[in-house]
């Protein structure tokens, strides 16, 4: 279950893997409460997320999340890409960028700073190498320290 979420666990997996059929990861699942309350889908794929994989998407959760209407709060479903600069939640996904320049955020400073920008070296275990955009320092640090950490985009 997403935090806070009245969706159902097993209903989030049946998604995931519906996604999965489609070739598409469920990067994300988060329940915004309110008035008019909303589940948003982050998909993304190799290669990158268009506008008819997010409308697959949207339709294959709705398959899975229509016969729980009875259940669930009256909600919107927004299905979207990561974006360029794509947020990474989990060290697989740091690992599956390995190589690419990336800027990170630190709940508290590592080495005196609380913001890194360079290369994503490599990942091992839960800890993450980058390189910074000088090229003269590394910074080895736990994913459990990054308060976000996104790509940075190559246009």
Known sequence: MVSGSPVPKEALEAIRGALS??????CRAEWKPGGRSTLTLVVDR???VS?????????????IL???????????????????????FTPAECARFAGRRVTVRLHRPADGTSRL???????????????DEDGKRRYTIRFGDV?????????
């Open 21 to 26: 059929a489609l070739g598409l990861e469920l």
């Open 46 to 48: 190799p290669g990158g």
């Open 51 to 63: 506008l008819a994989d997010c409308e697959r998407a949207s339709h294959a959760a709705s398959a």
């Open 66 to 88: 229509d016969p729980l209407e009875e259940t669930l709060p009256s909600y919107l479903l927004e299905v979207s890409s990561p974006g360029l600069d794509r947020p990474l």
């Open 117 to 131: 920008k360079g290369i994503l070296e490599e990942v091992v275990g839960d800890r993450l190498t980058i390189l």
């Open 147 to 155: 308060k976000l950490a996104r790509l940075v985009p190559e246009l």
